[in-house]
């Protein structure tokens, strides 16, 4: 079984275009607040897929997780699906997954994942935790286990 960690990228300053727009050094802090809480959980991440916009690769980078990181471009203003799609892509079995992305894909994909959970409401740095079943990411694979909001 995976852990699926799926955070929401830091605060954001202002840029154009939106894709070039930095964490602030409130998202700084709050990657950092939620990666330590994800340490206190015993987790760290083997793995994290995280969109290729500034925000999320900075965010990632704040938290200070010492685990490979792939950027995609696919990550970015997605749709919830999309995200299973890419979390489908990871190979072999990793047994805690980091993915670091944008509102409402984020969102999306846990709602996908659970259908039944109350989901926190995916603020800046927010994590939420959940225990994917063995196989593919599908629909109804996955339970909420927990959420962090800095």
Do not use: K
């Amino acid at each position: 079984m995976t852990v699926l960690a799926l955070m929401r990228h830091g605060e954001a300053g202002m840029s154009v275009p939106d894709e070039a727009r930095p964490i602030t050094a409130t998202g700084h802090d709050q990657a950092l607040r939620s990666a330590n809480w994800l340490r206190d959980q015993g987790l760290v991440p083997a793995q994290a897929l995280v969109s290729a916009a500034r925000r999320t690769v900075e965010t990632f980078r704040a938290t200070e997780l010492d685990c490979p990181m792939t950027a995609t471009e696919a990550l970015y203003e997605c749709r919830g699906q999309t995200v299973l799609d890419e979390i489908n892509g990871v190979p072999g079995d990793v047994p805690v997954l980091l993915v670091v992305g944008h509102f409402p894909g984020l969102p999306e994909a846990a709602a996908l994942l659970d259908p039944g959970a109350e989901l926190p409401g995916f603020a800046p740095g927010t994590v939420v935790l959940l225990d994917l079943d063995d196989g593919p990411v599908t629909p109804g694979s996955g339970r909420l286990r927990d959420a962090f909001t800095p």
